[in-house]
């Protein structure tokens, strides 16, 4: 069920890319699993599965991490 909400999500920000067409802001790229855990102590509580999406800077841009904020 993992790689179908994957796949689920991919679509998505592959519309969002295709809608979106701006290239002065963030690029969507492919989601990436973390991986899943299932919350509480029986079979019966949800199964939570983590994704990340990461950003690519717009071209001519570029990302940078500020140190002390």
Do not use: M, W
Request: proline letters at 9%.
């Amino acid at each position: 069920i993992c790689t179908v909400v994957e796949e689920l999500v991919n679509d998505l920000l592959c519309v969002c890319r295709t809608l979106s067409g701006n290239d002065f802001v963030p690029q969507l790229q492919p989601a990436v699993g973390l991986g899943g855990f299932q919350e509480g102590q029986s079979a019966d509580e949800d199964f939570v599965y983590c994704l990340i999406v990461p950003l690519k800077p717009p071209p001519g841009h570029s990302f940078h991490l500020e140190l002390g904020t």
